[in-house]
């Protein structure tokens, strides 16, 4: 059984930072790809950032040039630092992991990032 475990997220005012974490935990191979997305309210699940086995980074429009994804590959674990917080990131925060030749995807419970202006 695969686990997600996220933690990071809070309540934060317009422009600090916030590092988000997600550790991975089970029967895990083929390693694929594992980043967040989020969720505000009324809105579509959308990428913020992922990262391949590789190394490889995808960003959303939205976080280009504020937010940065890393991973610690013997921890299983990624990380999401997001500087310049703006009231617009305000959202719930999902991790997902993609793995198994791209078989298996899991999403983590979701952590609830707020900005205040």
């Known amino acids: 059984q695969v686990r997600l475990v996220e933690s990071g997220g809070g309540l934060v005012q317009a422009g600090g930072s916030l590092r988000l974490s997600c550790a991975a935990s089970?029967?895990?191979?083929?390693?694929?790809?594992m980043g967040w997305y989020r969720q505000a309210p009324g809105n579509e699940r959308e990428l913020v950032a992922r990262?391949?086995?590789?190394?490889?980074?995808n960003y959303g429009d939205s976080a280009k040039g504020r937010f940065t994804i890393s991973r610690d590959a013997a921890k299983n674990t990624v990380y999401l630092q997001m500087n310049s917080l703006k009231p617009e990131d305000t959202a719930v925060y999902y991790c997902?992991?993609?793995?198994?030749?791209?078989?298996?995807?899991?999403w983590g419970q979701g952590t609830q990032v707020t900005v205040s202006s």
């Open positions: 089970g029967s895990i191979f083929n390693f694929n790809v």
């Open positions: 990262i391949t086995r590789g190394g490889s980074t």
């Open positions: 997902n992991l993609v793995y198994g030749g791209w078989q298996y995807n899991y």
